[in-house]
């Protein structure tokens, strides 16, 4: 990330007690409130599903306008977002991407979100490992980003 960027204190690593973890056979499932079901517990699908409830505990959106890894076609490949906001009436509004807080968040992470924001065409990119989240502010007509300091409320779109 460039380095006039300040990333957003969001602290999610600390709502790891709000999450429900059960354990199946050898391995640990974690429950997933836009997919309604448990699915496996990774380092990337905690900091998926501590976003989700950061964003759904803050009032930032609602549970009916989150979705999760959908298929999309970027350059005629297949790929999958991890986390989708969308405005009532269903159009996409933030595309975020997460990686494990192991996972380094660089420019190469968000080359591989500006790729996907193509096929989807949002206004606004947020990517995440949990320790670190930076937030961007598209502007179509000037194609351009730019940082912006909070996750913006999207209750409102």
Not at 30 to 53: A, C, F, M, N, S
Not at 82 to 92: K, S, Y
């Amino acid at each position: 990330m460039a380095p006039d960027q300040t990333e957003i204190p969001l602290q999610l690593l600390d709502l790891r007690e709000q999450l429900q973890v059960r354990h199946s056979g050898t391995t640990q499932e974690i429950w997933d409130p836009v997919r309604k079901r448990y699915v496996i517990l990774t380092p990337e699908e905690l900091v998926r599903q501590l976003l989700i409830q950061y964003l759904l505990t803050s009032g930032k959106t609602r549970l009916t306008h989150l979705s999760v890894e959908r298929q999309i076609k970027v350059y005629g490949q297949r790929r999958r977002y991890d986390l989708m906001v969308h405005d009532q009436r269903g159009q996409p509004l933030a595309l975020i991407e997460v990686k494990a807080p192991d996972v380094p968040l660089t420019q190469k992470t968000l080359d591989q979100i500006a790729r996907y924001n193509m096929a989807m065409d949002v206004s606004w990119l947020i990517v995440s490992n949990g320790i670190q989240t930076f937030c961007y502010r598209l502007d179509q007509q000037k194609g351009s980003a730019r940082f912006h300091p909070a996750i913006p409320d999207f209750t409102d779109d």
